[in-house]
Every structure is written in C-alpha cells, then in structure tokens.
T-cell receptor, first 112, second 116 residues
Framework: GENVEQHPSTLSVQEGDSAVIKCTYS??????FPWYKQELGKRPQLIID?????GEKKDQRIAVTLNKTAKHFSLHITETQPEDSAVYFC???????????FGTGTRLTVIP | ETGVTQTPRHLVMGMTNKKSLKCEQH?????MYWYKQSAKKPLELMFV???????ENNSVPSRFSPECPNSSHLFLHLHTLQPEDSALYLC???????????????FGPGTRLTVL
C-alpha cells in the first residue's frame, strides 16, 4: 500500500515569514495530492490539491509543488499570519479511488 | 446544520459496552468514510462506502462494525472495545470515486471516544 511520510512534525515561524512542509510517497501510481488544514478542535478542511499532470499550483499565499520523479511534494505558505497556525496534513491517492493515505501531520505555529 | 454532522461529539464507554456513532451528510454525496485519528499518527482510513456499498475495509478489527443504510447516513457500531481504541473518529463524505475524478472529502467534527 501507499506510505506517506511528512516532515517536520512541528514548525514555528515568525509572522510574515514563509513555511514549508514536505511529504514523500511510496506508490508511483499515486496521482492526486491534497493538503488538509485542521485548526485546533476543528475538522480537517481541504486547502489545496495538485494532480500529477502539473508540477506546481498556487492559490494566493499557498502553493504546492510536486516532483513525480523523486516522489515528493511540498506545501509553501508565504507571508504567514497567526490564523495559519494549525495542523497540516498531506495525503496521496490514486485519484478516482476513495483511498486517501495521510501523512502524520505538521503542527505549524505562527508567532505574532 | 449543513455539511457533515456527527453524534455524539464525546463518548465514554467501558470495554463491555455497546455503542454507536452516527454520521449524516447534507451535501448530496454518494461516498462516506470512517477515519480514526490518534495522537501522533496519520489519519487512518477505516471504511469506505460508495452508493451504500462497502468498498474498502482497511483491516479493521471486527469490534468495529459499520452500517450505511443510505447515502446520507453512516453508523459505526462499537462493541467490546479496548483502551487503545480511544481516539477521535472522523466521518467524511465526497462524491463517489468509482467513476474516477478527484473528489474532495468533507469531514465531520468527529466523535471523541474514550474507552475505560
């Protein structure tokens, strides 16, 4: 099955700085890579996703990059704000299928 | 409430009890999921239902028994649980994945389960 590894497990940045979270996956057939944000006490919510036919996708301050050859993908948050503080989960699946394999999560703290 | 709802939000049970978790989605989706979220572990997919039919069972112990009477409701029946089953149980829904496509999963708020 798919194995998704996520690093770092915790990350603290100053407000306004950038944050980068990295994930690797094991199954070369995986072709869909969503990122979920889970604020304290709340449910996970999709913030951005990327499919294997593109290498980068951006949505305002958030961007995701994908390197299919190396089987890794990353989340980039620029100009961080306190409300970005949350746990971020990466996931991988073979698209079409319902199975999302999640990473262990990264707790991001943005220090005002 | 719109979206995905779960009841109860908190549950404490003994190892010999039988209880059920309920999930309801108001999004018109055809796929529903149960996940287990434990501290310092990935979200673990437990069961997947597409159009009320179970399509995935990720080696979940038989003390967890899912039920999907229709596309809007999903239950997780619990019996003779162990303390290590204490976790947050999340329900999610999406458009079905059977026809292909990349379908966002919408999560419920979860049930915090404690097994004594």
């Amino acid at each position: 099955g798919e194995n998704v590894e996520q690093h770092p497990s915790t990350l603290s940045v100053q407000e306004g700085d950038s944050a980068v979270i990295k994930c690797t996956y094991s199954d070369s057939a995986s072709n869909y890579f969503p990122w979920y944000k889970q604020e304290l006490g709340k449910r996970p919510q999709l913030i951005i996703d990327i499919r294997s036919n593109v290498g980068e996708k951006k949505d305002q301050r958030i961007a995701v990059t994908l390197n299919k050859t190396a089987k890794h993908f990353s989340l980039h948050i620029t100009e961080t704000q306190p409300e970005d503080s949350a746990v971020y989960f990466c996931a991988a699946s073979k698209g079409g299928a319902n199975n999302l394999f999640f990473g262990t999560g990264t707790r991001l703290t943005v220090i005002p | 409430e719109t979206g995905v709802t779960q009841t109860p939000r908190h549950l404490v049970m003994g190892m010999t009890n039988k209880k059920s978790l309920k999930c309801e989605q108001h999004l018109g989706h055809n796929a529903m999921y149960w996940y287990k979220q434990s501290a310092k572990k990935p979200l673990e997919l437990m069961f997947v239902y597409n159009f009320k039919e179970q399509t995935e069972n990720n080696s979940v112990p038989s003390r967890f028994s899912p039920e999907c009477p229709n596309s809007s409701h999903l239950f997780l029946h619990l019996h003779t649980l162990q303390p290590e089953d204490s976790a947050l149980y999340l329900c999610a829904s999406s458009q079905d994945g059977l026809a292909g496509g990349y379908n966002e999963q919408f999560f419920g708020p979860g049930t915090r389960l404690t097994v004594l």
